[in-house]
Each structure stands twice: as structure tokens, then as C-alpha cells.
């Protein structure tokens, strides 16, 4: 049985929203149990509005919360009485499994290397997430988690996304892509062009070469590989182009009463797609790299978004996506040596 | 009256797709005249096939042109003779008042500063382009021209950004924002926050603050400031975004017999959308900050696009874009002193 430790503080979303999320998540999955974190004042009224089974479900209160706007460094002082922490303590102590957090990115960042430690091996862990792509889905990484990253960390984003993409998506032999401003070989940092020549004399690994940006939602490759900073910009860049063309679409059959008319006939096919491309369904990224599952959830996403991070926490869990990245990093570590 | 040079030679797209394009443009801008830049071999024989007049075209044979692989050091010693480099001997000269080329973009940026030499003052060239939003157009740049960018460079950036913003689209006071993986005071680089202290000080910007990937197409700012290597790839991936996002709804609207009579009835709308979103009319970046208009048009782009790229290259001519670039920046060369 699965049980994940979920910190329902500090999301923009609010507390209720999340409790919502929750809520739809276990409707779907009614074997999983949960330890819910929050503080006495803004959870316990709210949790009164939800017919949650007591036995699948245990409350812990903090006396605080981490705030949006809460620095790293102080927090790693003195947060230990949040529930950020303490949900990632649950985790460390065997009474959950996983964790799951819609609060303060860079702290929930800091406060899982501190307190869940990083696997064995691990140079830098990374965020990775699943994303549309015209062939299905891809995954990408790292997402934010660091921004400076050498060619070695580069290479090791490649062998723990293989991992992620085999065990996630299934694909036996992922191609990876190294993502750059071109794909001739004398384009990019010295770092990338060290990483490439690492990757192209990597056995086992199915290496495609460099990428662009447009390769990721066309699907040229299984796992894009890069920086924090790079990947952070290009998958917010992504989505708030496809927000952007369904706020033109919607624009367009607004815009006459004739375009009403055939947008009222198209709308069940606009709404397949919609499905297709709806960010909350890609919610959910995953810190990979730490001894525990510790999956993001947007802090600004609705119910529907937090239910489907819940589903990527369980998932991971269920998969042991933690052990296998492990393995894989002492066996690499064993035959290099 | 303006005439523009036009190297035809090296685009994936072929002399004949360019040169139709250029046919496209000249039956729109009737006035301006060309000196096209091409081989004997590829040229001579797909110039019959156009009723160029004889008075606004001329034709001047290289004995070579720039390959897609060319590399930027051996072409700079070797690639005199070539179409590229003689297309921009003829602005340099003052036989032509701008310049365009769909071929190898890093030759092309390099040629450009080595031929036509840097303004007074850049520290260094970017690629600056409209781009699609939600509220119309903004600014981008640098769109990859230089990957490693400093943090003086970057409120240069902003500032030549600045002027193209006003003398482009109109806007009287342009919002700047510095692209960034979080808004927050405390994300991002060094160079970022220091150019974000500079900018904050800078008198007479409209200096919004950061900005992230989604906030380009929100339209947040008039004016996205970013190095090299993150505006490329973010470029790419909403240009890649939006491809993915029509060749979906193109599979939506084939997918039964149901689906294509709705697509059928909604068709002239969703052709509206296109129309907003082809990448080809916002084909033609500008190299902003050399002496003299060097318009870059996509190599793989087809004659629609060529003639917009063109469209661009008569427009910064006729703004007169690279004195207000230098007289802005003497302006505060003078004043800081």
C-alpha cells in the first residue's frame, strides 16, 4: 500500500483548491493513504468540507508554513517546524513514500537535497517532467533545479532520463538529445561541446546529438537534455505558447456571430485537442536525484493539476523510480571503475 | 529611393524559391531596386524565368558562395569571392543601402562584424525580431548571436532594444523585461542580477523587472532582453510549439468524417489564426548594433517568407534604424562620461 505525505501549504492555488485536487485524486486511486500537512489555522476548517475516509487519511499539523517569497538560506535554518519539512521528514522516517508540495520551488529544491540527501553518486539533482510533443510524449530535464551545469552533470541528466523515460514511458531505448542553438558540431558553450563527445562514446546509450528548440515538440528525441536555466525558460516558453494559441482560438470563434455558430460545431474537436495540451495533465515534475520521491506540483495549477501530480507521485512510488536511478549510478560508477 | 542586396546563394530553401520571393516583394515595393548576389551556375538560368525589370535589378556573379557547414574562421580568411561577403562589400561601399541572406547563420554574423564593423560603442551585435503575443507584437533579443553574454551586455541589449521597439512598432515608451527562471530578486545568474541592478537605475527605461518563458507570448513586456543562447532556444521552441499546435489541430479536424465537415465550416476562422501565426511573417531578424542593415531570413523558409525577410530589410532602411541605434548609444556614451 502506497502513502504519500502531501504539504498543502504555501501554493497560490490555496488550500482549499488542493484539498479538492486531493480529493478527485483519491476518488481514482481509493487504495492510496495519505499524510496531510498543513497549519491548524488554515486546514482544519477546511478539511471538515471533504468526506475523506479517517483511515486513508492522517493529519499532522506545523506551526508554520513556507511563504512564496521565503529565502533558501533562513529557511534551511529555521524551517524545520513547516510543513514543508516535516513532509519531507515523513518520507526520510518510512512513514510515506513519497512527497508532494506546491509551495516555494527553490526551497522545496533546497530542503529535499538537505533533508532527504542525494542518491549515491549524484553530482546535482534535477527536475524532470513529461511534455506533448507531436510523436506523443517526451521527457525533459533539468527543469530549473540548478543553473550552472558542467559537461559531467550534463551527462548524468542523460543516464537518469533514460531511466526515467524507460520506466515511465516505457521506450525501451531512449534517443537522447542534447539541446542547443543549432546541430552542426562547432555550435554551443564549451561545456556542451565537451558533453557531446562524453555522450557520443557513452556505451548503452542510444545518443541522437545536439537539438533545437524546436525539436522538443516536434519529438525528434525521447529525452531532451539540459541546463537549469535553458530548460526552465523553454518549457515555460512552450506552455505559454500553447495558452497563448488557445486564447487565440478562442478569440477567433468569438469574434462574429457566423464564428460563433462554427465554433459551437467545431468545439467538440477543439476540446480533444485542448484535452491533448492541457498543462494541468503534465503537472507534477519530479526532483530526480534525492533518496525519495519528491514531486512538484505548479503552486498556481487548480484541483484537476494537483490530482494529476498526485498521480505522478504514485506513480513514481510504484515504479521504485528512486532505486532504479540508484542502481543504475553504482553500476555506472562500478564499470568506470 | 532604397535598394537592398540580396545574397540568393546557400538557404536549404534554393535560389529559385528566393527568387521568387524576391518577385513577391518587388510587386509590392515597386520602387526599390536590388543587386542580387548569386553563382553563374545556380543563377543565371532561374533568372529567365522572372520578369525582373531591367533597371531595378542588377546581377553580380561570385565565383563562390557560403556553404550550410561553412566554418566561420576558414570563411572569414577564404570567403572574399563569395556571395555573402560581397553582397556586404556593397553596403559597405554605399551601392546598396541594406543587406539579406537565408544562408549559414554564423558566418553570416561573423561576416557582417568583420565587413561592416561594429557600431561606435556595442560592445556586441545581437539578433533582434518580432515575435507573436497574446497583446500583438513585442521585441526579442538576443536571438543567438553571441552565447556568452555579460551582464553590461545585457542592459545594452536593452537598450538598442529600446530604440528598435519604438521606431518598429510605435511604442512610445517600451517595457523592458530580463528573461529569467522566476521573478524573484533571488533567482536567476550573477550576471543577471547585476544587470538587473543596472537596468533598475537606468534613467529614461521603462524597466518592467524579470520575466519568464511564458511572459514572452502574455506579452508582458514590449521588449524581452536575454543572452544569446536562451533566446535562440527559446525562439525555436514557440516557433516549434506553434507547429505542433496546427499540425494538430489539422489531425483533429481529418479524424472522422464528422471531423472534416467541422473543420470544413470552421476553416475560414481557424485560416484567420494561421494567417496570426505563420512564422513566415515574422521571418527576417535584424543584426542590431553593426553599421549598415544585415537582415538574416531562415534558410528553409519558402518565397512568402523571403519576401518578408525583404519587407524587413526595406523597413530598417527606411527607418534608418542603425543611426538611431548610434546615436542613442553616443548619446549615453556622452552622458555617463
Request: glycine share 10%; charged share 20%.
Given at each position: 500500500m502506497i502513502r504519500l505525505s502531501v504539504d498543502l501549504m504555501g501554493a497560490d492555488a490555496g488550500v482549499a483548491e488542493l484539498l479538492k485536487g486531493l480529493y478527485l485524486f483519491h476518488k481514482r486511486r481509493l487504495e492510496c493513504t495519505f499524510l496531510l500537512f498543513g497549519t491548524r489555522a488554515a486546514l482544519s476548517s477546511e478539511l471538515k468540507r471533504y468526506p475523506l475516509p479517517k483511515h486513508l487519511f492522517e493529519v499532522v499539523y506545523a506551526q508554520d508554513y513556507v511563504?512564496?517569497?521565503?529565502?533558501?538560506?533562513?529557511?534551511?535554518?529555521?524551517?524545520?517546524?513547516?510543513?514543508?519539512?516535516?513532509?519531507?521528514?515523513?518520507?526520510?522516517?518510512?512513514?510515506?513514500?513519497?512527497?508532494?508540495?506546491?509551495?516555494?520551488?527553490?526551497?522545496?529544491?533546497?530542503?529535499?537535497?538537505?533533508?532527504?540527501?542525494t542518491l549515491e553518486g549524484v553530482f546535482r539533482p534535477a527536475i524532470i517532467s513529461q511534455i506533448p510533443t507531436c510523436r506523443g510524449e517526451s521527457v525533459m530535464l533539468d527543469l530549473g533545479g540548478n543553473l550552472d551545469n558542467s559537461s559531467k552533470v550534463l551527462v548524468q541528466y542523460a543516464l537518469m532520463g533514460k531511466i526515467f523515460c524507460q520506466k515511465v514511458l516505457g521506450v525501451e531505448s531512449p534517443s537522447i538529445g542534447l539541446l542547443n542553438v543549432g546541430t552542426e558540431l562547432q555550435k554551443g558553450t564549451d561545456a556542451l561541446k565537451e558533453a557531446y563527445d562524453m555522450l557520443k562514446h557513452q556505451k548503452g546509450l542510444n545518443f541522437y546529438g545536439y537539438v533545437e528548440g524546436n525539436d522538443i515538440s516536434k519529438g525528434t528525441v525521447d529525452v531532451v537534455v539540459t541546463d537549469g536555466f535553458t530548460g526552465n525558460v523553454a518549457l515555460k516558453t512552450?506552455?505559454?505558447?500553447?495558452?497563448?494559441?488557445?486564447?487565440?482560438?478562442?478569440?477567433?470563434f468569438r469574434s462574429s456571430f457566423s464564428a460563433r455558430c462554427a465554433g459551437w460545431i467545431a468545439k467538440p474537436f477543439l476540446q480533444d485537442l485542448k484535452a491533448y495540451f492541457d498543462p494541468r495533465?503534465?503537472?507534477?515534475?519530479?526532483?530526480?536525484?534525492?533518496?525519495?520521491?519528491?514531486?512538484?506540483?505548479?503552486?498556481?495549477?487548480?484541483?484537476?493539476?494537483?490530482?494529476?501530480?498526485?498521480?505522478?507521485?504514485?506513480?513514481?512510488?510504484?515504479?521504485?523510480?528512486?532505486?532504479?536511478?540508484q542502481n543504475t549510478l553504482l553500476q555506472q560508477i562500478s564499470t568506470s571503475e
Amino acid at each position: 500500500m502506497i502513502r504519500l505525505s502531501v504539504d498543502l501549504m504555501g501554493a497560490d492555488a490555496g488550500v482549499a483548491e488542493l484539498l479538492k485536487g486531493l480529493y478527485l485524486f483519491h476518488k481514482r486511486r481509493l487504495e492510496c493513504t495519505f499524510l496531510l500537512f498543513g497549519t491548524r489555522a488554515a486546514l482544519s476548517s477546511e478539511l471538515k468540507r471533504y468526506p475523506l475516509p479517517k483511515h486513508l487519511f492522517e493529519v499532522v499539523y506545523a506551526q508554520d508554513y513556507v511563504n512564496s517569497d521565503a529565502e533558501v538560506f533562513r529557511t534551511l535554518k529555521s524551517g524545520i517546524d513547516t510543513t514543508m519539512a516535516r513532509a519531507l521528514h515523513s518520507v526520510v522516517s518510512g512513514q510515506a513514500q513519497g512527497v508532494i508540495s506546491a509551495g516555494n520551488t527553490g526551497v522545496y529544491l533546497a530542503l529535499s537535497r538537505f533533508i532527504l540527501k542525494t542518491l549515491e553518486g549524484v553530482f546535482r539533482p534535477a527536475i524532470i517532467s513529461q511534455i506533448p510533443t507531436c510523436r506523443g510524449e517526451s521527457v525533459m530535464l533539468d527543469l530549473g533545479g540548478n543553473l550552472d551545469n558542467s559537461s559531467k552533470v550534463l551527462v548524468q541528466y542523460a543516464l537518469m532520463g533514460k531511466i526515467f523515460c524507460q520506466k515511465v514511458l516505457g521506450v525501451e531505448s531512449p534517443s537522447i538529445g542534447l539541446l542547443n542553438v543549432g546541430t552542426e558540431l562547432q555550435k554551443g558553450t564549451d561545456a556542451l561541446k565537451e558533453a557531446y563527445d562524453m555522450l557520443k562514446h557513452q556505451k548503452g546509450l542510444n545518443f541522437y546529438g545536439y537539438v533545437e528548440g524546436n525539436d522538443i515538440s516536434k519529438g525528434t528525441v525521447d529525452v531532451v537534455v539540459t541546463d537549469g536555466f535553458t530548460g526552465n525558460v523553454a518549457l515555460k516558453t512552450g506552455e505559454g505558447t500553447m495558452r497563448m494559441m488557445s486564447f487565440m482560438l478562442n478569440r477567433v470563434f468569438r469574434s462574429s456571430f457566423s464564428a460563433r455558430c462554427a465554433g459551437w460545431i467545431a468545439k467538440p474537436f477543439l476540446q480533444d485537442l485542448k484535452a491533448y495540451f492541457d498543462p494541468r495533465v503534465y503537472n507534477g515534475a519530479l526532483w530526480l536525484g534525492v533518496r525519495g520521491v519528491a514531486v512538484k506540483s505548479h503552486g498556481g495549477t487548480d484541483s484537476i493539476g494537483f490530482s494529476h501530480a498526485l498521480e505522478t507521485a504514485y506513480d513514481m512510488v510504484r515504479i521504485n523510480i528512486v532505486q532504479e536511478i540508484q542502481n543504475t549510478l553504482l553500476q555506472q560508477i562500478s564499470t568506470s571503475e
